[in-house]
């Protein structure tokens, strides 16, 4: 696509419940990043892919949250028994290279846990 | 941890004054880069400054880095109401092998 999507854009939901959120990455790009961001707060590194392997999943925050990579694009970030901590925007971020080069990020879906 | 640290938090200005935004890290970098936040948006990036660059202009944009410091600026030059947005610096590890660590952020307002 032209650009990174996220959805849902906004997700209100009680806590306890899960959610699932979607991110569909630039086509070609082989990185794909993870991030949360609580109000008025910095970004808050999650996890990354690269192709459909994830490396380093200690930047989720607890065993409540998993993410998966299918077929080197599209990306579910879930998130089981919802806490009312984990009230954010989660941000997703593709780019060609690893590490070092641009990020193009999407606009992100702002959980509300109630 | 190499994060980046922002200053200063909040930056308010009129239209058409500069704004300079700093950022601080804490070990060796492959790179730093700029990212803009408007209000409830993603991020989109500025401006990418390698370790062996000390300046890079972008337009209105002009980035310093000084390795020795672990600093970089960021200086916008006759600002504009619509540069109201919140900045961010990010650092690339030297290794090549962690993602990108974000600082808190500099959020500007500029007053028309």
């Known amino acids: 696509g032209a650009g990174v999507s996220q959805s849902p854009s906004n997700k209100v939901t009680e806590k306890g419940k899960d959610v699932e959120l979607r991110c569909d990455p630039i086509?070609?790009?082989?990185?794909l990043y993870w991030y949360r961001q609580r109000l008025g707060q910095g970004l808050e590194f999650l996890i990354y892919?690269?192709?459909?392997?994830?490396?380093?999943k200690s930047g989720l925050p607890s065993d409540r949250f998993s993410a998966e990579r299918t077929g080197e694009s599209v990306s579910t970030l879930t998130i089981q028994r919802t806490q009312q901590e984990d009230s954010a925007v989660y941000l997703c971020?593709?780019?060609?290279?690893?590490?070092?080069?641009?990020?193009?990020f999407g606009e992100g879906s702002r959980l509300t846990v109630l | 941890s190499q994060q980046g640290e922002e200053d200063p938090q909040a930056l308010s200005i009129q239209e058409g004054e500069n704004a300079t935004m700093n950022c601080s890290y804490k070990?060796?970098?492959?790179?730093l880069q700029w990212y803009r936040q408007n209000s409830g948006r993603g991020l989109v990036h500025l401006i990418l400054?390698?370790?062996?660059?000390r300046e890079k202009h972008s337009g209105r944009l002009r980035v310093t880095l000084d390795t020795s410091k672990k600093s970089s600026s960021l200086l916008i030059t006759a600002s504009r109401a619509a540069d109201t947005a919140s900045y961010f610096c990010?650092?690339?590890?030297?290794?090549?092998?962690?993602?990108?660590?974000f600082g808190k952020g500099t959020r500007l307002s500029v007053i028309a």
């Open positions: 971020a593709s780019s060609q290279g690893l590490h070092t080069g641009e990020l193009f």
């Open positions: 086509s070609g790009h082989t990185a």
């Open positions: 892919f690269q192709g459909n392997s994830a490396p380093d």
């Open positions: 070990t060796s970098i492959n790179n």
């Open positions: 400054i390698r370790s062996n660059e």
């Open positions: 990010a650092t690339a590890g030297v290794s090549g092998n962690t993602p990108l660590v």
